[in-house]
């Protein structure tokens, strides 16, 4: 992985841009790298860049139920 190298991709302030966050309630994963697979967020879209309502695509937890996962 090379954070901080993706084409075109924006700078998100306080935030790890190719972080993965995980759902708190059902253990889904989102990663920057592939976006939404509704495909509703492309792929290389930060957490931190979500929409203030996106939510979880499998259970529809809201943003706020999403914690940074750690490598
Ligand atoms: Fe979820």
Do not use: H
Not at 24 to 42: E, F, L, M, T
Not at 49 to 63: I, K, M, N, Q, T
Request: a negative charge; hydrophobic letters at 35%; charged letters at 15%.
């Amino acid at each position: 992985m090379t954070p901080g190298t993706m084409a075109g991709s924006q700078e998100v302030a306080g935030d790890a841009p190719g972080k993965k966050y995980v759902c708190n309630v059902c253990g889904w994963i989102y990663d920057p790298a592939i976006g939404d697979p509704d495909g509703i967020i492309p792929p290389g879209t930060p957490f931190a860049a979500l929409p203030e309502d996106w939510v979880c695509p499998v259970c529809g937890a809201p943003r706020s139920e999403f914690s940074l996962l750690e490598n």
